[in-house]
């Protein structure tokens, strides 16, 4: 089946640096969703990205369709104590209408 | 505005025990529903898909089913629960077109088989 590697499995930063995180598949999506998950709670999502090259923005985040289609990356500007939380990408190939591909999730830490 | 609902929030279950998990959704029509499974490794492992009433499509050979007997209720049952049936059960719903798929989550059930 389709795999998605999500990196860095895990990070620990200060509050005010950026971050940023990836996601990258064998094959090609014509999706890319990127989601945050709280402890306890169902994830939410953040962006959706629908186009190769698409680069959108969401308050501090920004996250891009890689031209390949085959990647997808989400930054974090200044980030906060609240950003704490799983981030996942996922994406839909289209050989599957109904189906997403998850990456296994970005653990992120923020020291205040 | 959609909202998912999914209820209970936490169940505490005996090994052998029946199951039963719900979901609804409001505010949309025929949505296309969904039930992952998450366990402690973080992972969302995709369990059921419905894309109409008594359409049921399966991901994972298991010991749970699914079934969708209203149009925006989706409920997952098991007969007898494992062990390993233990983890976070998370319901979905995206739009029927196929040009906008994104999925939307519940608040999760937290499931424990002692």
């Known amino acids: 089946g389709q795999q998605l590697n999500q990196s860095p499995q895990s990070m620990f930063i200060q509050e005010g640096e950026d971050v940023s995180m990836n996601c990258t598949s064998s094959?090609?999506?014509?999706?890319w969703l990127w989601y945050k998950q709280d402890p306890g709670e169902g994830p939410v999502l953040l962006i959706a990205?629908?186009?190769?090259?698409e680069l959108t923005s969401n308050g501090r985040l920004t996250a891009q369709f890689g031209i390949t289609r085959k990647d997808s990356f989400l930054n974090i500007s200044a980030s906060i104590p609240s950003d704490v939380g799983i981030y996942f990408c996922a994406g839909r190939s289209g050989g599957s209408n109904y189906k997403l591909t998850f990456g296994k999730g970005t653990l992120l830490t923020v020291n205040p | 505005s959609q909202t998912i609902h999914q209820w209970p929030a936490t169940l505490v279950q005996p090994v052998g025990s029946p199951l039963s998990l719900e979901c609804t959704v409001e505010g949309t029509s025929n949505p296309n529903l969904y039930w992952y499974r998450q366990a402690a490794g973080r992972g969302l492992q995709l369990l059921f898909y419905?894309?109409?009433?008594?359409?049921i499509s399966s991901e994972v050979p298991q010991n749970l089913s699914a079934s969708r007997p209203q149009d925006r209720q989706f409920i997952l049952s098991s007969k007898k629960l494992l062990l390993s049936d233990s983890g976070f059960y998370l319901c979905?719903?995206?739009?029927?077109?196929?040009?906008?798929?994104?999925?939307?989550f519940g608040p999760g059930t937290r499931l424990t088989v002692l």
């Open positions: 979905a719903w995206s739009r029927a077109e196929s040009s906008t798929d994104t999925q939307y």
């Open positions: 094959s090609i999506f014509n999706t």
């Open positions: 990205l629908y186009k190769a090259g």
């Open positions: 419905s894309v109409g009433i008594g359409q």
